[in-house]
Nanobody, 119 residues
Framework: QVQFVESGGGLVQAGGSLRLSCAASGITFSFYAFGWHRQAPGKQREWVAGFDSGGYTNYEDSVKGRFTISRDNAKNTVYLQMNNLKPEDTAVYYC?????????????WGQGTQVTVSS
């Protein structure tokens, strides 16, 4: 059974840090490119950061220099280190995985973890 378990969200003051984790099970971790998305109240879900098929990292402009995505293949876990958090970073953050193998397969999403940044 495929399962993504996210953790690390919470309430933090502006300027603070959080590290989100996404522990994956039921998949071959190396087959997937991972990323993080977020959805703020009343807004559409947006992409935040991710790995491309070559393993390179990319970031949405508003989080560049503040957020870092990483992965630990031995632990089947993806992380999002978030520093210098701002109130506009408040959202539910979702782990997301795309299967890199040939053929069409559904994307996989985590259940989300709430991040709230107070001013």
């Amino acid at each position: 059974q495929v399962q993504f378990v996210e953790s690390g969200g919470g309430l933090v003051q502006a300027g603070g840090s959080l590290r989100l984790s996404c522990a994956a099970s039921g998949i071959t971790f190396s087959f997937y490119a991972f990323g993080w998305h977020r959805q703020a109240p009343g807004k559409q879900r947006e992409w935040v950061a991710g790995f491309d098929s070559g393993g390179y990292t990319n970031y949405e402009d508003s989080v560049k220099g503040r957020f870092t995505i990483s992965r630990d293949n031995a632990k089947n876990t993806v992380y999002l280190q978030m520093n210098n958090l701002k109130p506009e970073d408040t959202a539910v953050y979702y782990c997301h995985a795309i299967d890199l193998r040939p053929g069409k397969r559904p994307d996989i999403w985590g259940q989300g973890t709430q991040v709230t940044v107070s001013s």
